[in-house]
């Protein structure tokens, strides 16, 4: 199957400042979702960005969908950022079962 | 416009016990998946129902079953339940007319502690 990579697996960051968390993926997909979870356990979408680029106030994200890649940026970070950021592949359009990675713990300090 | 749903939000069994979780879609979804994430790691596939049948399975055994009900919304079941299940269990639901351009929604999980 499908293998994702996140990193940095951990990330902390003072208020205020920028970031960016990778996702390499090993084959093709055409589904390619960034989620949050809040310390709830809530999955919420961020981005389906199987390639292009997107912008949704302070985040943005690329895929490079021909070097199996996907960057999400959160720029001016604060403390609200905090929690898990998921990156999830599919190979098979919006139905497609997701493969996830293990996730990017991002502490964002007042 | 509601969201995903799933009920209950907490449970405690014993090993060996029976469980049934229960998923309603996002309006207008007719495709709902579940998913089991342990502590400290991504979500994992179990599988994947539409139009009442299960269409995709990821590696779990048979102990882990399935439903969909006409109204779309989704029952999973896990039979002799063992420690190794306590995990929070996810259900996303996407619509299958929107092949590409439309993205999977998850609903707030089940907690399930097995003692």
């Known amino acids: 199957g499908i293998q994702v990579e996140q990193s940095p697996p951990d990330l902390i960051l003072q208020e205020g400042a920028n970031s960016t968390l990778r996702c390499n993926f090993s084959?093709?997909?055409?589904?390619l979702q960034w989620f949050h979870q809040n310390p709830w356990g809530q999955l919420i979408n961020l981005f389906y960005i199987p390639s292009g680029t997107k912008q949704n106030g302070r985040l943005s994200a690329t895929t490079v969908a021909t070097e199996r890649y996907s960057l999400l940026y959160i720029s001016s970070s604060q403390t609200t950022d905090s929690g898990v950021y998921f990156c999830a592949v599919g190979r098979a359009g919006a139905n497609s079962k997701l493969t996830f990675g293990k996730g990017i713990t991002l502490s964002v300090r007042p | 416009d509601a969201g995903v749903t799933q009920s209950p939000t907490h449970l405690i069994k014993t090993r060996g016990q029976q469980v049934t979780l229960r998923c309603s879609p996002k309006s207008g979804h007719d495709t709902v998946s579940w998913y089991q994430q342990a502590l400290g790691q991504g979500p994992q596939f179990i599988f994947q129902?539409?139009?009442?049948?299960?269409?995709q399975r990821g590696n779990f055994p048979d102990r882990f079953s399935g439903h969909q009900f006409p109204n779309y919304s989704s029952e999973l079941n896990v039979n002799a339940l063992l420690l190794g299940d306590s995990a929070l269990y996810l259900c996303a639901s996407s619509a299958s007319r929107d092949a590409f351009g439309e993205t999977q929604y998850f609903g707030p999980g089940t907690r399930l502690l097995v003692l």
């Open positions: 084959d093709s997909v055409n589904n």
């Open positions: 129902y539409y139009e009442e049948e299960e269409r």
